[in-house]
């Protein structure tokens, strides 16, 4: 019977189970949030950065980010990213001598370890607060040290990397005072109605055998959710921090060797994908990692089309970001962007979660080496 690929990993019962007892303490510097995008706003006003003020994002980005962000009252100035989605470092300088840029928010685009310093430095120049998003990973190192602890403020969405429905958090460089501490709460929401979800997700996959990445069941999805109202991105009350966690996000955020072994099964899988796939004669987006780096996906370049709707109908839950969620502001200035936009419909990432293994990926490559010999027919 086949199995899809999960897109994001699963919640493993046994290990939760044995873990339920557990009392350890999460981060007390860390400031909790539903989402990451209120930890960002959270961060603005802490910082003391106004309504009205302008923020440089990188022009690859998602717009359930820019839309919030401009939301609550602040502008945005975008900057496009180079082919390896770095950025460049002149061009930033060149924008903050000819404007007025409140804070920049440095994107470690799905775990990449880019090196943030030669940006500090230049941030620290032009006294422009520098914002690391460490949302798509938070457990990449450079040089020893943890992404997260050089900017001004650090965000993370940690739902990206763990089993959990919540975990949008935020990090201070500075000491900024906390009138509560970080307790856990089971919480119907975020833990029993997700791990019901779940399970629901697996019975229909592994007892169903239906393959919940087609276009049908795409296309159900979406009917669902247009049937469920949705409001406009407004300010309805102060953004706030949670002084309880998720009990499930508590679990895999404080125990190390869940950790561990997380970062070590997305370094091999995307090592073997690596091997894999060059010796297929397909084009990986990376082509080398550091075993520091906690990579989200495997990334493919995809130059001609196509290549996502052939994985999802083989039941392999691989995405285009941000794909339709790419600002429109972006889409409809090509000249500006154009590394952006060229990005976003080239670039193929497939899951490489601590849930899958080499076994996992055998029909998939079967599927690609399908796809390599279509397109070069």
Known sequence: MKKNILNRPFPNLIFIFKNLSSRKEVDQDLFFFQTGREAFIYGLEKMGIRKGSKILLPAFICDSLAAFIISEGYKIRYVDINMDMSIDLYEIESIFQLENISAFLF??????????????????????????????????????????????????????????????????????????????????????????????????????????????????????????????IERQKLIKSKNKISFLLNIFLTNKNYLSENIKIRNDNFNFLLKEVKAMGLKPFITKIKKSTCPQFFIIKDDHGGLVDRLNSGGIGAIQWPGDELPKEIYEHPIL?????????????????????????KEMLILLSKWKLKIES
């Open 107 to 232: 994107v470690y685009f799905f775990g990449i370890s880019f090196d943030i310093k030669p940006f500090l430095k230049l941030c620290n120049k032009y006294n422009v607060p520098l914002i690391e998003d460490c949302s798509h990973s938070f457990q990449t190192k450079i040089l020893n040290n943890n992404i997260g602890t050089f900017g001004d403020f650090t965000i993370y969405s940690f739902r990206k990397i763990l089993p959990t429905s919540d975990g949008g958090a935020i990090r201070f460089k500075k000491e900024i005072n906390k009138s509560y501490k970080n307790k856990i709460s089971f919480s119907l929401k975020n833990d029993l109605i997700y791990l019901i979800a779940r399970l629901v997700e697996i019975f229909i996959r592994n007892v169903l055998n239906i393959n919940i990445y087609s276009k049908k069941i795409t296309n159900l999805k979406n009917k669902i959710r247009n049937l469920i109202p949705v409001n406009k």
């Open 337 to 361: 962007y154009p590394n952006s936009i060229k990005l976003n419909k080239m670039l193929v990432y497939i899951p490489i979660h601590q849930n899958l293994n080499k076994e996992s990926f």
